[in-house]
């Protein structure tokens, strides 16, 4: 069984920085793009941060280039998302996803259950 564990969430300060993290089981890793996305209050879903099956294609959301950083751990089964100099227009549900292709056209086929951030001006 395929679980996605998010973490890190909270409520910060513009400016300030989170990191979330997600826990990772019942698929083999190398065999999955992964991914953050993101859901705000009354809005659709958007991805955020992706990375291809092999390390180095990554694709990011326009208004968080620069600012955030997705990566993983492969021997830890984690991914994770650093997030720098939060807005807050960045408050939102992020989600930890995987998927055997990872399309922008298809939705994924794996997702957690996401975790809060809020950031306060």
């Known amino acids: 069984e395929v679980q996605l564990v998010e973490s890190g969430g909270g409520l910060v300060q513009a400016g300030e920085s989170l990191r979330l993290s997600c826990a990772t089981s019942?698929?083999?890793?190398?065999?999955?793009?992964k991914g953050w996305f993101r859901q705000a209050p009354g809005k659709g879903r958007e991805e955020v941060a992706l990375?291809?099956?092999?390390?180095?294609?990554?694709y990011y959301l326009d208004s968080v280039k620069g600012r955030f950083t997705v990566s993983r751990d492969t021997s830890k089964r984690a991914v994770y998302l650093q997030m720098n100099n939060l807005k807050p227009e960045d408050t939102a549900v992020y989600f930890c996803?995987?998927?055997?292709?990872?399309?922008?056209?298809?939705?994924?086929?794996?997702w957690g259950q996401g975790t809060q951030v809020t950031v306060s001006s």
């Open positions: 990375m291809s099956k092999v390390p180095g294609s990554t």
């Open positions: 019942g698929f083999t890793f190398d065999d999955y793009a």
């Open positions: 996803a995987i998927d055997p292709i990872g399309s922008l056209s298809v939705p994924w086929r794996f």
